[in-house]
């Protein structure tokens, strides 16, 4: 089954404390995303990535970093995770070839 | 700087009564707009991709339309299952940006019995 996945599902963290949300995807696409979405703005985008070893910035890329060493998995790292970094987020994919851009189930993170 | 509008924010239908949604888009050079439905606490699930002015697609209740600046998803005769929060997305046409999505604010559409 094609899918995405995301790990962990739900986190509650501490101001500073490092973590990183990990994003999976079994369809051999090259293009990954990460977002956030916040009530009231809507989806935006942080990085994306359009191969191994390529990424770029989103809209969002403040207090974030993210790494493509394997074309399957993306993770998204917050070094000095802050309250206003509080969200849902989702990790995307897409190949040349597909119409859209397949999303995962998103990992609601709260950082206190 | 590309941009996409939604609208309205939210809209109550009953269940039968059919209606449009509109995503009016700015974007320099468009490879495909997108719709997408997202119920609450879930990932964005696919619909729709529109790559050029004049193209329909359609799936069960659901068809959407594109023009130059808008697209229009259309709903005929809703059910209560059909409330979620419908996503327009566009994708410009540039190769350094293949990847890049933006995303409008959603319409919260909810249908009542």
């Known amino acids: 089954e094609a899918q995405v996945t995301q790990n962990p599902r739900y986190l509650i963290t501490v101001t500073g404390k490092k973590l990183t949300v990990t994003c999976s995807q079994n369809?051999?696409?090259?293009?990954m995303s990460w977002y956030r979405q916040d009530p009231g703005l809507g989806l935006r985008q942080i990085y994306y990535?359009?191969?191994?070893?390529?990424?770029d910035k989103g809209d969002v890329p403040e207090g974030y970093k993210v790494s493509r060493k394997e074309k399957r998995n993306f993770p998204l790292i917050l070094e000095s995770p802050s309250p206003n970094q509080t969200s849902l987020y989702f990790c995307?994919?897409?190949?040349?070839?597909?119409?859209?851009?397949?999303f995962g189930p998103g990992t609601r993170l709260t950082v206190l | 700087e590309d941009q996409v509008t939604q609208s309205p924010e939210a809209l109550r239908l009953q269940e039968g009564e059919s209606s449009s949604l509109n995503c009016s888009y700015t974007?320099?050079?468009?490879?495909?707009l997108f719709w997408y439905r997202q119920d609450p606490g879930k990932g964005p699930e696919f619909l729709f991709t529109?790559?050029?002015a004049g193209e329909e697609k359609e799936k069960e209740r659901l068809k959407a339309t594109l023009t130059k600046k808008e697209s229009f998803l259309h709903i005929t005769a809703p059910k209560p299952e059909d409330s979620a929060t419908y996503l327009c997305?566009?994708?410009?046409?540039?190769?350094?940006?293949?990847?890049?999505?933006?995303f409008g604010r959603g319409t919260q559409l909810t249908v009542w019995p």
């Open positions: 974007v320099s050079g468009l490879r495909g």
């Open positions: 995307a994919s897409e190949g040349t070839e597909a119409d859209t851009q397949y």
């Open positions: 369809m051999n696409h090259e293009y």
């Open positions: 990535s359009m191969n191994v070893e390529v990424t």
């Open positions: 997305a566009v994708q410009a046409d540039r190769g350094s940006t293949l990847g890049r999505l933006y």
């Open positions: 529109l790559y050029s």
